[in-house]
């Protein structure tokens, strides 16, 4: 990877893995995260008391009614224009990869069995369902070609580290 630019933008469903990968990569590569899901979880928080996946959706869903690609572009706002080392930390829609693409970012996908990332959910109190998983932001980029594939079924954190020290080697 050029070290002197890493952009790095993941995706994947919810729970494969790609919060903790992206704090692995700001804390060992010094690379800034844009946290696409954080502006939809604080007006979850703030106006439902709550962070389930059917309200994340639905909030989701009406700002993307009204422009597509909104929380990437959100979340864009956040980051300095001069940052060269930078991960996304979900892509979620046809917008986000192309943008991604086009801007020059390496495309993750992190891949996990379904059992496990239902039981990663469920730890941190996110519930969780076979509907949710039929949403658009889980499955619009299903299928799209990326750059590097990382299946992460174990919950050994050691191991998805060491997985992703190879990949950026």
């Not at 995706?11 to 060992?28: M, P, Q, R, V, W």
């Not at 639905?58 to 909104?70: L, Y």
């Not at 891949?111 to 990332?117: G, K, M, V």
Request: net charge neutral; with cysteine.
């Amino acid at each position: 990877m050029n070290s002197d630019q890493i952009k790095i933008a993941l995706s994947g469903k919810s729970g494969s893995g790609k919060t903790e990968i992206a704090k692995f990569l700001a804390k060992n590569y010094n690379l800034r995260i844009c946290h696409t899901g954080a502006l939809v979880r604080k007006l979850a928080i703030q106006y439902f008391a709550s962070e389930s996946k059917d309200i994340l959706q639905k909030i989701d869903d009406s700002f993307n009614n009204i422009e597509r690609g909104v929380w990437l572009k959100a979340a864009l706002r956040e980051i300095d224009n001069n940052t060269s080392h930078i991960v996304i930390d979900s892509l979620r829609y046809i917008e986000d990869y192309e943008y991604a693409k086009r801007n020059g970012f390496s495309i993750w996908r992190i891949e996990c069995e379904q059992n496990s990332r239902y039981d990663r959910l469920r730890s941190r109190g996110q519930l969780f369902s076979t509907q949710n998983e039929m949403h658009s932001s889980e499955c619009d980029l299903d299928g799209y070609p990326v750059d590097v594939l990382i299946t992460n079924n174990s919950n050994s954190l050691i191991k998805l580290h060491e997985i992703i020290q190879a990949v950026i080697k």
